[in-house]
């Protein structure tokens, strides 16, 4: 790398803001103040449940308290997620009733009887569906399929927005399995959580930033260069999947330029928001969707730094680094990079290295100088998903980024084709640096 980009990253490294996510700390104490609350009336029905009948009077003014106060949550939240866990509560992630934990024991103990360890509210229900839902849970638990079969009975009588989920436990620091991360499964729980968001937003609700703040959080806790991840899963929304990987690229260049723990979360969550304008705006539709992306953050209460970063990163992504009206933000022109990159392998089918190699000319131009080498040094001569014609006639498929200097031409491999021209069921490993000799980067599948 030259000097002068050694230099501009030194300068771009010095320069950097502190990230403070300012208002997802609001958004979080707003959830404690109204969670603690709506957990003490959920406990007090369920009290009032094994003394009354579901129709008694005395349910009237803490069924209206329990539909106001979801409502409320609702509004800010979307689909309301109450889930304990050994003896705690969290509503959408955020842990409430510390100041009393015998609430949240007795809570768990409910949830128990009937095998549940979750219960999400997808719409907000009605009094009658309060005071139904309240007495199904006080009631006995079935003797057997006792989650399914509260699930059943809830359903019959027509609360089809009430979801259950299984019992939960937290993982212990040697418990290796449990902490194993899997992208497969990783991609899946993050489309969900991508299209209930955009589905918020459409319905016209605030987007739930800590939800998917937990999301990016995951991805910075994960080897960013895990090869799951390089992976194309099937069956999910190519948008969702487009907004991962964008997040997942746009973090691997803050690695490399050195963000911290906290600039890392803004940079993924920031990533994660910067297309949600396609859920408010159509391709064919007159308003551009960064500015839809833009008046659908604007939504979320209050204006402070970390809003401000994603509405930059929104609204200046696709604009070009020679712009000279403005210059990008960093995690605009972070995001430029990543999304691009993204669009030519994934949409136009482009073999890695040559997209790498598409975008290496607009250095200065469309692209920040130091931030696209940056990225170019990370995922390296061959990044994953490269496939390579050996000179012995094996084709091998890039699995790794760059891992040093030394082996920057040289990336672990899967052999997928041997000399004969058999495609292998299992692929083995082949590491470059120490045998097989590249010939030609191929374009395609093979």
Same mark, same amino acid.
Do not use: N
């Given at each position: 790398m030259s000097n002068d980009i050694l230099n501009a990253q030194d300068r771009l490294g010095r320069t950097l803001a502190r990230a403070h996510a300012a208002e997802d700390r609001a958004l979080a104490g707003q959830v404690r103040e109204y969670g603690d609350r709506f957990v003490q009336l959920l406990l007090g029905l369920l009290r009032m449940s094994r003394i009354h009948s579901a129709e008694n009077k005395a349910f009237d003014k803490p069924v209206e308290e329990v539909v106001n106060a979801m409502e409320a949550l609702y509004g800010l939240l979307g689909a309301i997620r109450v889930v304990t866990v050994e003896d705690q509560v969290y509503v959408n992630d955020v842990r409430v009733g510390r100041n009393d934990q015998s609430s949240g024991a007795e809570l768990c103990e409910e949830y128990k009887r009937h095998n549940v360890g979750g219960i999400t509210f997808m719409a907000p229900l009605s009094r009658q569906q309060v005071r139904l839902f309240f007495a199904a849970l006080a009631s006995p638990a079935a003797p057997s399929q006792k989650r399914n079969s509260l699930a059943r009975v809830l359903y019959n009588h027509g609360l089809h927005q009430v979801q259950f989920e299984g019992l939960y436990r937290f993982r212990r620091a040697d418990d290796a399995a449990e902490n194993a991360f899997d992208p497969e499964e990783f991609y899946k729980r993050a489309c969900e959580q991508l299209a209930e968001t955009y589905r918020n937003l459409v319905a016209g609700r605030q987007p739930n930033v800590l939800t998917l703040r937990r999301l990016a959080t995951e991805l910075i806790s994960a080897d960013?260069?895990?090869?799951?991840?390089?992976?194309?899963?099937?069956?999910?929304?190519?948008?969702?999947?487009?907004? *991962?990987?964008?997040?997942h690229l746009s973090l691997l260049v803050g690695r490399e330029i050195g963000l911290d723990e906290a600039e890392l979360q803004d940079l993924g969550l920031s990533a994660l928001f910067h297309d949600m304008g396609e859920a408010l705006v159509p391709s064919s539709g007159p308003m551009p969707h960064e500015t839809g992306g833009a008046i659908a953050l604007l939504r979320q209460r209050g204006f402070h730094e970390a809003k401000t970063r994603r509405l930059l990163a929104t609204i200046q992504h696709s604009r070009e680094q020679s712009d000279r009206r403005i210059k990008p933000s960093l995690f605009a022109r972070i995001i430029r990079i990543a999304e691009d990159y993204d669009l030519l392998v994934r949409r136009r089918r482009t073999p890695p290295a040559a997209a790498l190699a598409l975008l290496a000319p607009w250095a200065n131009t469309r692209y920040d100088p130091a931030l696209l080498q940056a990225f170019m040094n990370r995922m390296g001569q061959l990044p994953p998903?490269?496939? *390579?014609?050996?000179?012995?006639?094996?084709?091998?498929?890039? *699995?790794?980024?760059?891992?040093?200097?030394?082996?920057?031409?040289?990336?672990?491999?899967?052999?997928?084709?041997?000399?004969?021209?058999?495609?292998?069921?299992?692929?083995?490993?082949?590491?470059?640096a120490i045998e097989g000799q590249p010939k030609r980067v191929l374009g395609g599948a093979h």
């Open positions: 960013l260069g895990c090869e799951g991840l390089f992976v194309e899963p099937a069956g999910q929304s190519a948008f969702c999947l487009h907004t *991962i990987r964008v997040a998903g490269t496939f *390579i014609e050996l000179t012995d006639g094996r084709v091998v498929r890039s *699995i790794s980024l760059a891992r040093d200097p030394q082996r920057f031409e040289r990336p672990l491999t899967r052999v997928v084709r041997d000399a004969s021209g058999k495609m292998l069921v299992e692929p083995a490993l082949l590491d470059l």
